[in-house]
T-cell receptor
């Protein structure tokens, strides 16, 4: 069975600071990994995905994630946080035709 | 492209009533998923379809829940009878094809409250 664990249910950063959201995965086969963002009262929106083409993946809104097999990690980063980045972020792993989501990390951006 | 369309956005119903949630996936997408989101359990996959055929319904909580996809452009999730513990946000999502390498496009969800 595949799973992801998001470390930290809440992360708070100042505007302009580095954003780092952590995700570790468990998979018996090369994984397909995703990050989604959810704004209040909305559905999830795909930020980026890893499908083995490149270990550093760039997504929308300036986010990127690096796949590290040795650490079984797929952390999400953004160099400079913006107020509009405040949302909940979900890491997901796909296998057997379906995705399993982590518990989510709520990002707060302080002015 | 209008995206994945769900209706209604909000539903308040009394315990014991039948509830039907509706979803229109993106045209051309072959896979459709129903998820439930709660504070306690997070995002749970209820059922998914490939080419209108149910593939995995192991996440459906119990026999009170049923889902159909009569054609490529429409799916329903029905709860009968509804119970207060069914209160949650229900999301429909679609994907271009069967497989693990495509992400999903989610609808805006239906917030169900059973009183």
């Amino acid at each position: 069975a595949q799973s992801v664990t998001q470390l930290g249910s809440h992360v708070s950063v100042s505007e302009g600071a580095l954003v780092l959201l952590r995700c570790n995965y468990s998979s018996s086969v090369p994984p397909y990994l995703f990050w989604y963002v959810q704004y209040p009262n909305q559905g999830l929106q795909l930020l980026l995905k890893y499908t083995s083409a490149a270990t550093l993946v760039k997504g929308i809104n300036g986010f990127e994630a690096e796949f590290k097999k040795s650490e079984t990690s797929f952390h999400l980063t953004k160099p400079s946080a913006h107020m509009s980045d405040a949302a909940e972020y979900f890491c997901a792993v796909s296998g057997g035709g379906k995705s399993t989501f982590g518990d989510g990390t709520t990002l707060t951006v302080k002015p | 492209d209008a995206g994945v369309i769900q209706s209604p956005r909000h539903e308040v119903t009394e315990m014991g009533q039948e509830v039907t949630l509706r979803c229109k996936p993106i045209s051309g997408h072959n896979s459709l998923f129903w998820y439930r989101q709660t504070m306690m359990r997070g995002l749970e996959l209820l059922i998914y379809f490939n080419n209108n055929v149910p593939i995995d319904d192991s996440g459906m909580p119990e026999d009170r829940f049923s889902a159909k996809m009569p054609n490529a452009s429409f799916s329903t999730l029905k709860i009968q009878p509804s119970e207060p513990r069914d209160s949650a946000v229900y999301f429909c999502a679609s994907s271009p094809r069967t497989g693990n390498d495509y992400g999903y496009t989610f609808g805006s969800g239906t917030r169900l409250t059973v009183v």
